[in-house]
């Protein structure tokens, strides 16, 4: 079954800093991933679909881009609303299997 | 505006069923792919099932044979049969729309917590 590896599992940065998340698909997906941000007690909101393209009112410091088997998410400029669990979700076929999370916190 | 609204979850006890209820508004849900996504406490997102436009569905291996996502055209609306609830069936379960879907709005509803135990 596919697999969706996220790293790091966690992550430390300033507010400013520029933060990349990976995500790798154990067999390739074509572009049919998303990205979603969850605050702690709070539902997960669609940051990226496609692979790269940003959800309507999602700020532009948040980019995606990626193909195939590696993904990437990079926030430009770390803000502290930042702050959250972020994952990674194959829609190409069944298994919709999510990634295991980043967890990003401001240093 | 897209709405996503789920009902039905509880406390039930181990080897119990519940139906889960999602009532989409503002886009038709036979149109794209609806899955339902579930999160125990303190852990990440775990995906269970998924029905497409043509009416395929496809579970997790952890819930196969035991739970059974269907929809309601008529009413816009999914559902998740649970049978043979266990402890680690526990957890806030979402449905989600497919996120190409457009349309704005809500993609994930807000969530029931299904709560087994005896």
């Known amino acids: 079954d596919l697999q969706m590896t996220q790293s790091p599992s966690s992550l430390s940065a300033s507010v400013g800093d520029r933060v990349t998340l990976t995500c790798r698909a154990s067999q390739g997906i074509r572009n049919y991933l998303a990205w979603y941000q969850q605050k702690p007690g709070k539902v997960p909101k669609l940051l990226i679909y496609?692979?790269?393209t940003l959800q309507s009112g999602v700020p532009s410091r948040f980019s995606g881009s990626g193909s195939g088997t590696e993904f990437t998410l990079t926030v430009s400029s770390l803000q502290p609303e930042d702050v959250a669990t972020y994952y990674c979700?194959?829609?190409?076929?069944?298994?919709?299997?999510f990634g295991g999370g980043t967890k990003v916190e401001i240093k | 505006e897209v709405q996503l609204v789920e009902s039905g979850g509880g406390l039930i006890q181990p080897g119990g069923s519940l139906r889960l209820s999602c009532a989409a508004s503002?886009?038709?849900?036979?149109?794209?792919?609806m899955t339902w996504v579930r999160q125990a406490p303190g852990t990440g997102l775990e995906w269970v099932s998924v029905i497409y436009s043509g009416g395929s569905t496809y579970y997790a291996d952890s819930v196969k044979g035991r739970f059974i996502m269907s929809r309601d055209n008529s009413k816009n609306t999914l559902y998740l049969q649970m049978n043979s609830l266990r402890a680690e069936d526990t957890a806030v379960y979402y449905c989600?729309?497919?996120?190409?879907?457009?349309?704005?709005?809500?993609?994930w509803g807000q969530g029931t917590l299904v709560t087994v135990s005896s």
């Open positions: 989600a729309r497919d996120p190409s879907s457009g349309a704005g709005g809500d993609y």
């Open positions: 496609g692979a790269s």
């Open positions: 979700q194959n829609y190409n076929s069944a298994p919709l299997t």
């Open positions: 503002g886009f038709t849900v036979s149109y794209n792919f």
